[in-house]
């Protein structure tokens, strides 16, 4: 069993930047594919960003890449989501997730799930 705690979320004017952090403990955590999806009121839970656990791979939906980056501490059990740039859309409760996936961006394929952490942009 694995367990995901998200911190860093907050409220941001557009254009300014945050850092999430997503802790895991339990059994083989650092091996883990991490991901990162968000929830926007009224919409679908989509994918964001996320690292491979066997090597640097990282993928990100289109509307973020080059505005957000998916990395992960030395200790392996801690994921950050640094995001730049950020923009009204970008609101939403963020989530991170852990699994071992055949794409990166599945959500179905990842195992265990935080419990979320609200991003708000708005001037």
């Known amino acids: 069993q694995v367990q995901l705690v998200e911190s860093g979320g907050g409220t941001v004017q557009p254009g300014e930047s945050l850092r999430l952090s997503c802790t895991a403990s339990?059994?083989?955590?650092?091996?883990?594919?991490m991901g990162w999806f968000r929830e926007a009121p009224g919409k679908d839970r989509e994918f964001v960003g996320a690292?491979?656990?066997?090597?640097?791979?990282?993928e990100y939906k289109d509307s973020v890449r080059g505005r957000f980056t998916v990395s992960r501490a030395s200790a392996r059990n801690t994921v950050y989501l640094q995001m730049d740039r950020l923009k009204p859309e970008d609101t939403g409760v963020y989530y991170c997730?852990?699994?071992?996936?055949?794409?990166?961006?599945?959500?179905?394929?990842?195992?265990?799930w935080g419990q979320g952490t609200q991003v708000t942009v708005s001037s």
């Open positions: 339990g059994r083989s955590s650092g091996s883990y594919d």
């Open positions: 997730a852990a699994g071992t996936t055949m794409y990166l961006d599945m959500q179905l394929e990842y195992d265990y």
């Open positions: 690292i491979s656990g066997a090597g640097p791979t990282t």
